[in-house]
Structure formats: structure tokens, C-alpha cells
């Protein structure tokens, strides 16, 4: 339980062992963290849950720190296990308590867990007060599901930003003032490659609707990884660019090979683009990490 500002709290979990995720295509070298947040507001307002393998400890904790019956609203941004994992669990203590999600959601909720839940679908724009403070909800689909959306805490300038901005990174520090840059936007950078790159084109779109709104942000908290505090709009630019058919003049080539012949013939594509001076590198994908593969991932600028 970490105040990351006043009456917002990170409650999520530290994942220190995690080294694959999205089945075994993923290597998390850092680990991850799963970030759910609790507004303390006038209502109590649970954001996102935790992954399925922490459930119990989740919800026990919340309800020793908070009581689970003070709790009044649940949103959920996204219904993948990493982050609604601990959702079904938490709602066998406290089953009609209302549950926040785009439309889609309500229908990929229902489907995940086959319960008759109090879903209450949102659009972007839609709001919930809760005393002092406001929740608007922003839609954005297929960053990186259909059901995704975003939540901006109005009266607390914090946006949190689910899958968005995030990255796999467990760190005994919260903010991103207090790590690593190199280590960090290597993360970012990685995360969105693996992630957010299909979806390239609604990056360009959702970042120029999230400007229009001229929401202040403070504090960009997303469901993974490090939040941003220190200058967050940081890493929205950097959304920004790597959506904008970003490459750094180099070329990767990949190759697999049973006898040598094809590396042989990769080598021989590596020696003609070095000689026109293009920086190469080759891999071989059956000895090398998948994730260093996209040339997104190959020395982040920050």
C-alpha cells in the first residue's frame, strides 16, 4: 500500500520472479508489477485488480488496510488476467457492488467469468463523482484490447492509463524520478514494441484526442511498471514518435538455420548493406530473446 498522491493509493502487487508473460513470449527480465489503485475519497473507488496467482493475498490486504466493505465502485480498464485476474474472487465478498467498464468490457467480463455482475458500461466523457474528486473515463479500444480504456482522477490531475505508458519493471521505487532512465526506457520501449506497435495508427489518434481534451496531468499512473511523475507528458511524446514509422537507420536480419547455408546468405545481405553503410545487425531467432528482435527495441533513445 503506497500513497502516490493525496487519497490515491497504488494497492497493486510486486511480481519479483516474473520472467515470461503472454504465455512464453515475453521475457520480463525486471519482473512486472500488477497496479491496481484505491481513491479514498467521500466513495472509495477500486481501479483494476491484480493478476489471478495473487488473488487471495490482494484482497485480504485490501480488506485488512481498507475493509472491502467500504468499498463502493470497481473499475475495471481491462479485463486480461493481469489485470481483472483477482475480480472474481474480490466479488464472491462483495457481489453487488457496481462495476465500471466500456461496453465492451461488460460483454469480455461476462464472457471471462460467466457471472450476472452489476456491470455499468461507460463512454469517453462519461463521469463518477465522488466527493472531492472525479473519475472521467476515456475509451481507447485495441490499446491493447477491445475493451481498454483510460481513467482520469479530475481534482487529483492523475490519469491512469492501464496498459498505455507502462512498462515490465519491478523496482523498490514507484516514480520515475527515482530509477534508472536507461533501465526505464529501455522498458517503456520494449513494452511497446511487444505491445502497442500493431496498433501504431490509434496511438497517433488517441494521444492527439487525449491532448484535445487539455486535461492537467500530473501524475501518469499505468497498470504496469514505474508511474510518471516526473514530467509525465515524457512519455506520451515518446508515444508520440515511436508511432510515427519511427526507425533508427539501421536494419535487422533474421535467420534460422539448420546446416549454415541460410546464415551463410544472411551474412552475405549484412556485408552488402554494411558496404552501402547501413548499421546491421544479424540474430538468429532460435538462440536469441524474442524481445530484442524489433528493431524498436534496439538502443532506445531517451
Given at each position: 500500500?503506497?500513497?502516490?498522491?493525496?487519497k490515491?493509493?497504488?494497492?497493486?502487487?510486486?511480481?519479483?520472479?516474473?520472467?515470461?508473460?503472454?504465455?512464453?513470449?515475453?521475457?520480463?527480465?525486471?519482473?512486472?508489477?500488477?497496479?491496481?489503485?484505491?481513491?479514498?475519497?467521500?466513495?472509495?473507488?477500486?481501479?483494476?485488480?491484480?493478476?489471478?496467482?495473487?488473488?487471495?493475498?490482494?484482497?485480504?490486504?485490501?480488506?485488512?488496510?481498507?475493509?472491502?466493505?467500504?468499498?463502493?465502485?470497481?473499475?475495471?480498464?481491462?479485463?486480461?488476467?493481469?489485470?481483472?485476474?483477482?475480480?472474481?474472487?474480490?466479488?464472491?465478498?462483495?457481489?453487488?457492488?457496481?462495476?465500471?467498464?466500456?461496453?465492451?468490457?461488460?460483454?469480455?467480463?461476462?464472457?471471462?467469468?460467466?457471472?450476472?455482475?452489476?456491470?455499468?458500461?461507460?463512454?469517453?466523457?462519461?463521469?463518477?463523482?465522488?466527493?472531492?474528486?472525479?473519475?472521467?473515463?476515456?475509451?481507447?479500444?485495441?490499446?491493447?484490447?477491445?475493451?481498454?480504456?483510460?481513467?482520469?482522477?479530475q481534482?487529483?490531475?492523475?490519469?491512469?492509463?492501464?496498459?498505455?505508458?507502462?512498462?515490465?519493471?519491478?523496482?523498490?521505487?514507484?516514480?520515475?524520478?527515482?530509477?534508472?532512465?536507461?533501465?526505464?526506457?529501455?522498458?517503456?520501449?520494449?513494452?511497446?514494441?511487444?505491445?502497442?506497435?500493431?496498433?501504431?495508427?490509434?496511438?497517433?489518434?488517441?494521444i492527439?484526442?487525449l491532448?484535445?481534451?487539455?486535461?492537467?496531468?500530473?501524475?501518469?499512473?499505468?497498470?504496469?511498471?514505474?508511474?510518471?511523475?516526473?514530467?509525465p507528458?515524457q512519455?506520451?511524446?515518446?508515444?508520440?514518435?515511436?508511432?510515427?514509422?519511427?526507425?533508427?537507420?539501421?536494419?535487422?536480419?533474421l535467420?534460422?538455420?539448420?546446416?549454415?547455408?541460410?546464415?551463410?546468405?544472411?551474412?552475405?545481405i549484412?556485408?552488402?548493406?554494411?558496404?552501402?553503410?547501413i548499421?546491421?545487425r544479424?540474430?538468429?531467432?532460435?538462440?536469441?530473446?524474442?524481445?530484442?528482435?524489433?528493431?524498436?527495441?534496439?538502443?532506445?533513445r531517451?
Open positions: 500500500m503506497f500513497q502516490i498522491k493525496d490515491i493509493y497504488w494497492v497493486g502487487i510486486k511480481d519479483w520472479e516474473l520472467r515470461r508473460f503472454h504465455g512464453d513470449e515475453y521475457s520480463t527480465h525486471r519482473g512486472s508489477t500488477y497496479n491496481s489503485y484505491l481513491i479514498k475519497d467521500q466513495k472509495i473507488a477500486l481501479v483494476d485488480t491484480v493478476w489471478t496467482p495473487f488473488h487471495m493475498e490482494y484482497v485480504e490486504e485490501l480488506d485488512k488496510k481498507y475493509g472491502l466493505k467500504n468499498i463502493e465502485l470497481i473499475v475495471i480498464q481491462h479485463c486480461e488476467q493481469d489485470h481483472a485476474g483477482s475480480l472474481a474472487y474480490l466479488m464472491d465478498k462483495i457481489p453487488n457492488i457496481p462495476i465500471y467498464c466500456t461496453k465492451k468490457g461488460s460483454e469480455m467480463i461476462r464472457k471471462h467469468f460467466h457471472k450476472d455482475w452489476n456491470l455499468i458500461p461507460v463512454k469517453t466523457g462519461d463521469s463518477v463523482d465522488l466527493g472531492e474528486m472525479k473519475l472521467i473515463f476515456i475509451e481507447a479500444p485495441m490499446l491493447h484490447w477491445p475493451d481498454t480504456m483510460m481513467t482520469y482522477v481534482g487529483a490531475n492523475v490519469l491512469l492509463s492501464n496498459d498505455p505508458f507502462g512498462q515490465h519493471f519491478a523496482s523498490p521505487h514507484f516514480y520515475n524520478d527515482q530509477v534508472d532512465q536507461g533501465e526505464l526506457y529501455q522498458e517503456a520501449l520494449k513494452y511497446y514494441a511487444n505491445i502497442i506497435t500493431p496498433f501504431n495508427k490509434l496511438v497517433k489518434g488517441k492527439k484526442e491532448k484535445s481534451l487539455n486535461l492537467p496531468i500530473d501524475i501518469i499512473a499505468p497498470s504496469h511498471g514505474i508511474i510518471w511523475r516526473d514530467n507528458m512519455i506520451v511524446e515518446k508515444y508520440d514518435q515511436w508511432a510515427s514509422n519511427y526507425h533508427e537507420g539501421s536494419v535487422v536480419i535467420y534460422d538455420t539448420m546446416w549454415g547455408a541460410t546464415k551463410r546468405m544472411a551474412l552475405a549484412a556485408k552488402g548493406l554494411e558496404e552501402a553503410g548499421p546491421t544479424v540474430l538468429n531467432i532460435a538462440k536469441s530473446d524474442k524481445m530484442i528482435l524489433s528493431p524498436r527495441y534496439l538502443k532506445p531517451v
